[in-house]
């Protein structure tokens, strides 16, 4: 700890990295908390609450953990060198922005980071998961302005972008997860490949993968989405923490649970049943870790629950109707452009009375 | 008639270290007192003595007949030394000084009796006014004598609570044991006869299940009396909420409950009540809790009021750190940090709370057992052990992440984070008072849990200030809504 406090305030004393400061700062700020104390003022409270973005980004990291430990163990060790690229060119372009800003460095990309690799077909190319999270951070968030400003998702941005760019690589080939023993742990990665994911063979066959199948992530699908049991317990380790709002997760999944049913009740040969669509693709990812970004969603009450039905409409739509086989993403980042809209007209409702 | 009553927003504090004992100690009488001519509710006073007189405690020594105010007596038996103006929390005050006795004796006022029920209303109402009492909590107990800015016949409601909201409060228990419990509840019937058009609403801590047990049994005979268990809810002990969650009337923000007929009290205000009219006892001592780590001893005390705060603190401050001493609420007190200022009338609980400088290695990877906060994020939520306080920041300022936790605990429904980005834009138009920016209480609860650190309250209370530079003021959105009664005299006395 001593050596770590020497070693930074000599960066300090460097006239040579002058340049570096944000950096500095941001090493600092990450090893050691504040020294500063509460403003002594009548406007001010004399406490303030321990939670600080550091943290609240960090739990998120903890509730993706079942994912990424599930997703090495399923893949194969090459999972952690994707995070570990998509870590180093997402933090680079935080690095270099926030030097150029002449700004501190935010906390924010320590979850898009994560977050971004786990959306991934497991056969992805390195050099694709650099130029996606290059994209994502530098188009979806700090050409808004930085963390606070952006619209977008950014791991949504990123993967929206090398979807388009190379539907090839994104669409036709799944890895088989591993099983057995230790599996991914002691692998580098998994060479058995298939062309169909549980959405794919519903869409081609109407075949339907077994549920505990898809809990335990025995199917194929994107790195982080798989072991959907641990996602949920994730998940639902958000909605306790408060640190996601339970009000997005719960209407954007029960809106594709009662949606699906009807549309399965009517349709049976175009709608998956329901309990099937819930548990396939990355919506549970996307419902609890994507969906609920604060940045990028309503910060209406009502508006959640818009959003969240808005997500839970257009997947279902999307799934069932459009060349696409998965459409979280999609929706997703389509609701996050409507969400200033949706908050405006909440706000124009709510204080109607009161306009003059 | 028991009624479980809430509102949405604010924040539950619970389980803090240094909650204060129920135990109450006397403290022995000072060599000298200081008495500030204003205290509580009211304007300030004029001095009705001069240097070298004599006194006795309870003697009343200021008084002014003409304007909104109480008397003011002297706590000691002795004599004055001067008369001076003193810096009392931002105010310029007229305080008089006196050398004490070491005598205990007070002087009752004239005419009380423990048999209330023979005393006329006016009769009441004067010893209630001359004990002082008539001055405590935000609008005073109104009487004939100008006591506050209405008349006791324009009183519709009266709420009495003993909630304890804050962090940490003076112990329900021990101002409600023994004896007391049934000084309240005679307080409580001495205040409906001068008020007797008045509704009662009597709002106590639902979590003192006993408690609220007995008092509505003792009080079951009275059919004007509602009682009320609340939720200990941050800040429900303000005016602002308990209008509201009790009446489900809307509260005019920025005034004052008594500009809609409602007078307000707290529990120790109608013991005091109960003092003046059975026993005599002017208002020249207070009970006061000390809290927080910062003390050596949490414990109540009973204190002669313009004892100055050094001798009321300093057997029981800790000497190894350095502290901030607040006064009664953490989250909206006024810091002490002038020790020989004396104790007043508004006093109900003083915390000691650390300060803390100290970089903490890999703060956010702690577990932390023993940490406050509004998201369950820290170890202390799932096991519920006793939490610390100090004045750390716990966190590095960064811009607003929309978390929305300010915006849930608001108990007036604004959307602070909304009103923050107007400001911080130097957007000032009409729109702000459109969102409510008038309705803020300053409970600077959103402060409280951002986890950007930014200062909300603070932010909003500024842009209040500059709407109203541009013409745009608390009048034009509240007034229309209300019929304010005594506006002229609230007006005088802010
Ligand atoms: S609590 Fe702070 S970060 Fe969260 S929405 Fe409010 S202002 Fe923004
Ligand atoms: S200080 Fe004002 S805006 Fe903030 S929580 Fe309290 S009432 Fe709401």
Redesign the interface.
């Known amino acids: 700890?001593k050596l770590v406090k020497k070693f930074i305030e000599g960066l300090y004393l460097k006239k040579s990295l002058k340049r570096f400061k944000p950096v500095i700062k941001a090493l600092d700020?990450?090893?050691?908390?504040?020294?500063?104390?509460?403003?002594?003022?009548?406007?001010?409270?004399?406490?303030?609450?321990?939670?600080?973005?550091?943290?609240?980004m960090?739990?998120v990291i903890i509730a993706l953990m079942p994912s990424v430990l599930a997703a090495i163990y399923l893949y194969g060790l090459r999972v952690i060198l994707v995070i570990f690229v998509s870590y180093l060119v997402g933090g680079m372009v935080e690095v270099i922005s926030a030097i150029f800003r002449k700004k501190?460095i935010?906390?924010?990309f320590l979850v898009t980071g994560l977050i971004f690799p786990l959306l991934l077909p497991p056969t992805i190319p390195l050099w694709m998961v650099g130029v996606g999270i290059f994209f994502g951070v530098f188009i979806g968030k700090e050409i808004f302005g930085?963390?606070?400003?952006n619209i977008f998702n950014p791991a949504l941005v990123g993967r929206l972008f090398i979807t388009i760019s190379f539907p090839q690589a994104l669409t036709t080939s799944w890895a088989e997860p591993l099983r057995g023993g230790l599996a991914g742990f002691l692998r580098y990665k998994s060479d058995a490949l298939t062309s169909a994911t549980p959405l794919i063979s519903f869409k081609s066959g109407h075949t339907l993968t077994n549920i505990s199948e898809l809990l335990m992530g025995l199917s194929s699908g994107s790195i982080g989405e798989t072991f959907r049991l641990g996602v949920i317990l994730g998940g639902l380790f958000l909605l306790?923490?408060?640190?996601a709002?339970w009000r997005i997760p719960l209407a954007y999944l029960s809106s594709v649970f009662i949606l699906s049913f009807l549309g399965n009740v009517f349709f049976p040969d175009k709608f998956a049943p329901p309990l099937f669509q819930l548990f396939s693709g990355g919506l549970l990812l996307g419902a609890f870790f994507m969906a609920t970004d604060?940045?990028t969603s309503p910060?209406?009450e009502l508006g959640k629950w818009i959003f969240g039905f808005g997500c839970g409409l257009l997947t279902v739509l999307i799934r069932t109707f459009s060349g696409y086989v998965e459409g979280v993403m999609f929706s997703i980042i389509i609701m996050n452009g409507f969400s200033p809209l949706i908050d405006q007209s909440i706000?124009n409702f709510r204080?109607r009375y009161?306009?003059r | 008639m028991l009624k479980y009553k809430t509102f949405k927003g604010g924040y539950r504090f619970r389980n803090f270290l240094g909650q204060p004992r129920e135990q109450l100690k006397e403290l022995p009488i000072p060599q000298r007192v200081i008495i500030p001519l204003k205290q509580g509710f009211g304007g300030e006073v004029k001095p009705l003595v001069s240097p070298g007189d004599k006194v006795y405690a309870g003697q009343i020594i200021g008084r002014d007949d003409e304007n909104v105010s109480s008397p003011v007596h002297s706590s000691v038996n002795g004599e004055v030394l001067k008369i001076e103006k003193i810096n009392y929390f931002k105010q310029e005050i007229t305080a008089i000084f006196i050398e004490a006795e070491p005598t205990a004796e007070w002087r009752p006022l004239e005419g009380y009796s423990a048999d209330w029920g023979k005393l006329s209303p006016e009769k009441i109402e004067e010893l209630i006014y001359l004990s002082g009492s008539a001055s405590l909590d935000k609008e005073g107990i109104p009487t004939r004598f100008r006591s506050s800015i209405i008349s006791p016949s324009e009183v519709e409601n009266l709420i009495i609570h003993g909630i304890g909201s804050e962090?940490y409060n003076l112990s329900l228990r021990l101002l409600l044991s023994g004896k007391n419990l049934f000084h309240f509840i005679e307080g409580i019937r001495i205040l409906k006869k001068i008020f007797p058009q008045a509704e009662v609403h009597l709002a106590l801590n639902k979590n003192f299940k006993k408690l609220v047990e007995e008092i509505s049994k003792i009080t079951s005979g009275f059919d004007w009396l509602k009682i009320y268990a609340l939720e200990p809810k941050y800040p429900q002990g303000y005016d602002e909420m308990l209008v509201p969650t009790l009446l489900g009337r809307p509260f005019p923000y920025g005034y004052s409950a008594a500009n809609i007929g409602i007078v307000i009290l707290n529990t120790q205000a109608v013991l005091h009540v109960y003092e003046a009219v059975c026993e005599g006892k002017p208002l020249i001592e207070r009970t006061i809790a000390l809290c927080g780590e910062g003390f050596r001893e949490n414990l109540h005390l009973k204190v002669k009021i313009g004892t100055p705060l050094k001798e009321i603190f300093s057997p029981y401050l800790r000497k190894d750190k350095e502290m901030?001493l607040?006064l009664n609420s953490?989250?909206?007190?006024?810091?002490l940090n002038i020790f020989s200022l004396p104790l007043s009338r508004t006093f109900s609980q003083v915390i000691a709370?650390p300060?803390?400088?100290?970089?903490?290695?890999?703060?956010?990877?702690r577990l932390?057992m023993r940490?406050?906060?509004?998201?369950?994020?820290?170890l202390s939520?799932l096991l519920r052990g006793k939490k610390k306080?100090?004045?750390?920041?716990?966190?590095?300022p960064?811009?607003?992440?929309?978390?929305?936790?300010c915006?849930e605990v608001c108990p007036v429904r604004i959307?602070p984070?909304?009103l923050y980005r107007f400001i911080e834009r130097n957007i000032i138009d009409e729109r702000l008072s459109?969102?409510?920016i008038f309705n803020c209480l300053?409970c600077?609860?959103c402060?409280?849990?951002?986890?950007?650190?930014l200062?909300l309250?603070?932010t909003i209370?500024d842009g209040q200030e500059r709407l109203i530079t541009i013409g745009c003021d608390r009048a034009k959105?509240i007034l229309p809504y209300f019929d304010l009664k005594g506006l002229e005299e609230y007006r005088g006395i802010k």
């Open positions: 700890m700020e990450f090893f050691f908390g504040t020294d500063k104390v509460t403003y002594i003022s009548l406007r001010s409270p004399h406490i303030l609450d321990n939670i600080d973005i550091k943290r609240y960090f739990t501190e935010q906390e924010g930085g963390t606070g400003r306790y923490t408060r640190v709002n604060p940045v910060f209406s706000l204080y009161l306009k | 962090i901030r607040v953490l989250l909206t007190g006024i810091r709370l300060e803390n400088r100290e970089r903490e290695f890999l703060s956010f990877l932390g940490s406050e906060s509004y998201t369950r994020t820290f939520a306080l100090n004045t750390n920041i716990h966190g590095e960064r811009p607003c992440i929309s978390c929305g936790y915006q959307i984070h909304l459109k969102y409510g300053e600077n609860l402060s409280f849990v951002c986890p950007s650190k200062p309250a603070k209370k959105c």
